[in-house]
């Protein structure tokens, strides 16, 4: 929109003014960017033309602005989003447990109990946030919205209560009570302050407020008010109002409503027998004399026959006096159905708040009774409309009942969203403004079929998990701790969870994908290896190992056999189950079992269990799990095994397939293929493939001296080792 009040300015400005020809001509154009972990919208000056290289090494520091279309939510406000998320949910869960029982919630009394009740943990959260911001208190923090916002929402929600959600049962009873509680509660006249002036006058029937104030009790059915003040009538000088009064008096205490009664019939019953009354009270005033009927202060009598004349239901004196005392339309209607209409029901509401309205029209600069005209007129869409102009929040949440009862109905449009949709992603695009209400937002998305699910997938990929050891080791935190002891915490833990709420397990996959590639880049391959296990991702994982085993080359076996204590646990419990192997590619599998007993045999050897470390040795060489590129590594390793002279611990059998596999090496390298069976052993030693090989000169050394022992001492028997 172009009007001011919609106008934004850059501070401070992107250029002066005046030299917008200027910035034209440099080639200059504002562009924007919109951020994909909140609402935040980046504004900065970039080229619309094509530029050199060169051109762009002269560029002087540009401001970049951040705007954002909505406040993020803050102090009270805050805490309303957040506790009235928690009805949202439950609001869901009942909504989901009658889809799985294939029940419709207007047939079961039960259910529609509950929506009630949440409906009404709606409002009262409505009314304390209103009572809280109203109070004249110390905060630590300026309010977001003022009470007024929040009396807004109460009165809104609370007509939509009364007007779609009655007590079941109560569904076709006479409406007038609840709307005229409903106006008494909301929109208090008179006050309780004009009350206390009246009462403290010896002679207050000569107070120019003293009328209109009786006139409003009575309108309004406060009773106990008007008889106060009609016995104080007993003190007047005219005898024909002090009779009158204590006429009156019993009509108005005695007033039949519907509450009073077990049955509808009893209570029309008691309303005809209350009007007749009332006709007689007429025919006694129209028989008081002209000259009796003013007291020098105020033509009494005319006050008094406005009073009987509402009484009597009479709609032009009610409408008289409603203009007279300032109300508006719906006090009209509200009085409607408890003199004029008493048996004036829900479904007749619309025709009689048109007749009112075509009088006394409301006030369409007014969004809180807009919301309530169209509410009372039977229009949901505008009523969902005018409500999200009011406040985004209120509109979410009727939409979202007003679907759970069928006042809207559940077809998507075009776009594929439906009404209700449309409003609750509204809303949670709102709550985006502030990245930490994550949670809540992407439940409301949740709720709203594929398209919300989509959105709600989105953002949770794009959550900063926080993985990154801090700088600053004292803060660390206990989150950061947890983390690296393996257990699931902070932010990662509410991820994980809410995509196990909402049966997200691809999403939760690549969160974990996500997860794992951070703690890659901290090198911290345990958790890289245990998140691309949780993930599935057999290619991370393999990239994992292949990172392992590169430390194990730049780094060498110290360096190596350090981060194998930290990543053997992890590989361990990576599922080599069938169900693994059908998930994960062979040849991956192939490389994993390779990397476990790589990480076992140098665990071992560290720990001083020589005889186990050589049971890997052979037990890798005999299963074929190393890669022949790793071959010359493992034999040169086996060095130190092989000159172990407290015990012999490979058998001649062992110790003739260790030789297989050295001459099979010097075989496929003499034939040109050192790249295969080299490359690694090439760069460990740093010297090419010469060096690798005399390297391997002294593990054939090692090898004919440890053969040599076996056939002198007899070491696993007679050997047909030399038949390989």
Not at 537 to 556: F, M
């Amino acid at each position: 929109m172009s009007t001011l009040e919609h106008v934004s300015h850059l501070v401070p400005p992107l250029f002066e003014r005046g030299a917008m020809d200027h910035f034209r001509k440099s080639g200059e154009t504002v562009s924007i960017a919109l951020s994909p972990r909140d609402n935040t919208i980046a504004v900065y000056a970039s080229f619309n033309v094509r530029m050199e290289q060169t051109a762009y090494s002269q560029l002087k520091e540009r401001q970049i602005y951040l705007a954002s279309a909505q406040q993020a939510p803050l102090s009270e406000r805050r805490v309303f989003v957040t506790d009235t998320s928690v009805i949202f949910a439950a609001v869901q869960n009942l909504m989901k447990e009658a889809r799985e029982q294939n029940v419709e919630l207007l047939q079961r009394e039960s259910e529609m109990k509950v929506v009630t009740k949440l409906a009404n943990d709606y409002i009262n959260f409505c009314k304390e946030c209103c009572m809280y911001a109203s109070q004249s208190i110390a905060r630590s923090e300026p309010l977001q919205f003022n009470a007024e916002h929040y009396r807004r929402l109460y009165t809104c929600f609370s007509l939509f209560a009364v007007l779609y959600l009655p007590e079941p049962g109560l569904e076709d009873i006479p409406v007038g009570d609840e709307l005229m509680e409903w106006l008494n509660t909301h929109f208090i006249e008179p006050s309780t302050q004009e009350g206390d002036e009246l009462s403290s006058q010896e002679q207050p029937w000569e107070d120019p407020a003293f009328w209109p104030y009786l006139t409003r009790t009575s309108l309004r059915g406060l009773s106990k008010a008007s008889a106060f003040f009609l016995g104080v009538l007993s003190r007047h000088p005219s005898g024909y109002l002090q009779s009158l009064s204590q006429e009156l008096s019993p009509l108005l205490t005695n007033h039949p409503r519907l509450h009073h009664f077990s049955a509808e019939r009893d209570f029309a019953v008691a309303s005809r027998r209350w009007k007749d009354k009332v006709k007689t009270l007429r025919l006694e005033l129209d028989r008081v004399p002209e000259n009796e009927r003013d007291d020098g202060f105020e033509n009494w009598w005319d006050r008094f026959s406005d009073i009987v004349g509402i009484l009597e239901g009479r709609t032009e004196v009610i409408k008289k006096v409603c203009v007279e005392l300032g109300a508006d339309w719906k006090e009209v209607c509200a009085v409607w159905g408890i003199f004029v209409d008493t048996r004036l029901r829900r479904q007749d509401l619309p025709e009689v708040v048109a007749q009112v309205l075509d009088e006394m029209p409301s006030d369409p600069t007014d969004r809180e009774d807009s919301v309530h005209t169209s509410l009372i007129l039977g229009k949901p869409r505008q009523a969902l409309s005018e409500a999200a102009q009011l406040d985004v929040w209120l509109a979410a949440h009727l939409a979202d009942l007003m679907e759970s009862i069928e006042v809207i109905d559940a077809e998507s449009d075009d776009a594929g969203f439906t009404l209700r949709e449309h409003y609750v992603l509204s809303y949670a695009e709102y709550l985006r403004s502030d990245p930490a209400l994550w949670r809540i937002a992407v439940d409301y998305m949740y709720s709203c079929g594929e398209v919300g699910a989509g959105m709600a997938d989105q953002v949770l990929m794009r959550i900063p998990l926080h993985l990154q050891s801090p700088k600053d080791g004292a803060a660390a935190g206990e989150e950061a701790s947890r983390i690296r002891s393996g257990h699931l915490a902070g932010v990662l833990k509410d991820v994980n969870e809410t995509c196990y709420e909402h049966r997200r397990e691809g999403i939760r996959r690549m969160v974990c994908r996500i997860a794992a590639h951070t703690f890659i880049r901290e090198k911290e391959y345990g958790l890289a290896v245990s998140y691309c296990t949780s993930a599935e991702d057999w290619p991370g994982l393999g990239r994992v190992i292949d990172l392992v085993l590169e430390e194990y080359i730049e780094q060498g076996p110290a360096k190596f056999a350090l981060l194998v204590s930290n990543i053997a646990p992890s590989l361990h419990n990576v599922p080599m189950d069938a169900e693994t192997t059908l998930r994960a590619p062979a040849v991956f599998l192939h490389r994993l079992k390779f990397a476990v007993r790589f990480a076992e045999f140098y665990q071992r050897r560290a720990n001083g269990d020589v005889q186990g470390a050589a049971f890997d040795v052979v037990t890798m060489f005999r299963e074929e799990i190393v890669p022949k590129p790793w071959w010359a590594v493992i034999l040169c390793d086996s060095i130190e095994l092989l000159q172990y002279s407290d015990t012999m611990l490979f058998t001649s059998a062992d110790a003739c397939l260790l030789i297989q596999k050295l001459e099979e090496v010097h075989i496929r390298v003499a034939q040109g293929g050192g790249e295969d069976y080299l490359a690694v052993l090439s760069r460990i030693v740093r010297g090419g493939d010469k060096h690798a090989l005399q390297r391997l000169q002294v593990v054939r050394l090692a090898l004919a001296r440890y053969y040599a022992r076996c056939g002198a001492i007899g070491v696993g028997g007679k050997s047909n080792g030399w038949n390989y």
